[in-house]
């Protein structure tokens, strides 16, 4: 197949190129290096299965010749990225997310979007099955990523039932994995670059609420199933097309996240309480029940095994 990856030199983009050419398929990326980083995808010049276009997804989007995929990947994607850039992050959303399915359309490729559990927004109902509509406050600080998202979810639904545009969305709960960035705010990437500097681990609130923590391979290799899953199979021709959860229902308070952290990197780091941050989800797990029924896909890193890789690389990055 020929799949273009918007957002491809980011985390899960990078991951995603990896793959996919791994593979066997030619891949193209699409990123303006906003949050996403050249030397992510650097290793795959010169392979003639492979091209980088730096451009902005809000702009026109042109590819020659045919296309299979189009895999929306592009976004600020972390809480210090989407409050730093908020009209960024809504732009790519909506503006990039129309003019991805455009191409989509045009080239009669199938389309997956990259949602996430955020469309939850701070969740009244858990773990969060697909057909939850969510509780978000669309005018908080959080609600540039939140409305960027859910919004991006109902036009790649429109396109798929005006335009019949093959579609696919995933809501991606937060994933962890080598390639984060060090400062991206995220909080497997704080504690781990926190721990090795030996500076203390930054919780906020009491630590109490909860995440639950998907490998960025296990994440990346149901996205690949939803991907290549067939428009009909076994009478699931509509519901291929609606939202599936990909994430590891394994939930821990962030302050059992913070111990791990010490404990795996041998650190003597102590962990400081700061206030919670407006909107803060207080939950997130993913009820997986339509990824295991439409895909057969479920987690199998653990949180220590992935916590391990992980560290093993930010020691040769920080």
Not at 84 to 106: D, R, W
Not at 119 to 134: F, K, L, N
Not at 165 to 176: M, P
Request: hydrophobic content about 35%; proline content about 6%.
């Amino acid at each position: 197949m020929k799949i273009l990856i918007t957002g491809g030199a980011g985390f899960l983009g990078s991951h995603l190129v990896e793959r996919l050419l791994g593979e066997g398929h030619e891949v193209i990326v699409f990123d303006n290096l906003l949050t996403g980083r050249a030397e992510n995808v650097a290793h795959h010049f010169g392979n003639e299965r492979f091209t980088f276009v730096k451009q902005n997804v809000t702009e026109y989007l042109h590819v020659t010749g045919g296309l299979d995929a189009v895999m929306h990947f592009a976004s600020p994607a972390s809480p210090v990225d989407y409050l730093e850039l908020p009209i960024q992050t809504l732009k790519v959303g909506s503006l990039g997310t129309h003019k991805a399915l455009g191409l989509a359309k045009e080239k009669q490729a199938r389309f997956l979007l990259a949602s996430t559990s955020e469309v939850y927004g701070d969740p009244q109902v858990h773990p969060q099955p697909e057909d939850y509509w969510g509780h978000v406050n669309p005018v908080g600080p959080r609600g540039v990523y939140d409305e960027a998202k859910r919004f991006a979810e109902a036009m790649t639904m429109a396109y798929h039932r005006y335009h019949g545009v093959d579609t696919r969305i995933v809501r991606i709960f937060n994933t962890y994995g080598p390639r984060m960035r060090p400062n991206d705010g995220r909080v497997v990437s704080n504690f781990i670059v926190q721990a090795l500097k030996g500076e203390p681990l930054t919780a906020y609130g009491d630590g109490q609420q909860t995440r639950s923590f998907c490998y960025v391979s296990d994440l990346v290799d149901g996205i690949c199933r939803l991907l290549m899953h067939p428009a009909e199979k076994d009478g699931t021709a509509e519901d291929i097309h609606l939202p599936v959860n990909i994430g590891n229902p394994g939930e821990f308070t962030v302050l059992e996240l913070a111990k791990k952290v010490i404990e795996l990197t041998g650190s003597k780091s102590k962990i400081e309480y700061k206030s919670l941050p407006i909107d803060d989800p207080k939950v997130r797990q993913p009820d997986n029940t339509r990824a295991a029924h439409l895909l057969g896909w479920q987690p199998v890193v653990s949180l220590d095994a992935g916590l391990r890789e992980t560290i093993k690389y930010f020691r040769s990055v920080v």
